[in-house]
């Protein structure tokens, strides 16, 4: 698996060489495992214990998690369509914390479980923001602060029945975002990438890592340097499986391009400037999941 998801040591990104393989496998396959981050390992088994339990709400209870300025913030049921997936997240936690708050009142939420959420939101975001911001010195930009940008925890429940094996539970599709860090399931896993040749490879889970993968906007910021990852998710096994992380989305602003320095050292502008909304629309309208970015593309 290292040839389709490499392996990237946190605590080693102060070294030439490890930031050298950052780049190289942003570059393609566009995602990557993280191993010795910041988050302890106590922390990630509390908050997948806190999202089997709301999941495991009644169904006219998680409706209350209602959709922010944000489609995916809000509550997904299972539909005919994705009869395998759910979902459900909270949006900006890290500025609104209403928003956090909302969250945690209409699901009535236990104090305990409150404080793990609360403490994995802050941790995920954090990690996530240092992990943008290694890619970006990887091409050479120290000036541009990830903190700032809104977010999505989100988590996911993929309900596998003997059934449904061999069945799609998430169609081929590049995410929106500039990366999704995500803890994935340590037991059911049906995560795969797709390679030059359009051969899909699994991608096995790693107990205590996390999986990072570039999205669109993180394409179009790089200039076109980062590669934005397809992948789907495949019924293999019965189980129930569960995943979340931190979906960051663009600047607060909304505004998606490559930054002038990066332009000037590549010599050309591979996309124009867009606004993040009018992507994440375009996708949700038109129903594609793949190649969303060719109506920016300047060259």
Known sequence: MEEIVPVVDFQRLSEEEERKKLRKTCEKPGCFRIIN???????MADMKSVVKYLHDLPTEIK?????????????????????????????????????FEDFCSNLNVSPRHRQIIKEYGQAIHDLASNVSQKMAESLGIVDNDFKDWPFILRTIKFSFTPDVIGSMAAQLHSD????????????????????????????????????CIVGDVGHVWSNGNFWNARHRVICKETGTGYSFGAYMLSPRDGNVEAPKKLVEVDHVQRYRPFKYEDLRDFK????????????????
Do not use: W
């Open 37 to 43: 981050h910041s988050i302890p390992l106590t922390l």
């Open 63 to 99: 409706m209350r998690n209602k959709p922010s300025s944000v489609p995916e913030s809000g509550y997904r049921a299972a539909s005919p369509t994705s009869p395998l997936y759910e979902g459900m997240g909270i949006y900006d936690m890290h500025a609104s914390p209403q928003a």
């Open 176 to 211: 929106t975002g500039f990366i999704t860090l995500l803890q994935d399931d340590e037991h059911v896993s049906g995560l795969e990438m797709i390679d030059d040749f359009g051969t899909f490879k699994a991608v096995p889970p790693i107990p205590g890592a996390f999986l």
């Open 284 to 299: 949700i309208t038109t129903g594609k999941r793949v190649e969303v970015l060719d109506q920016y593309r300047i060259c």
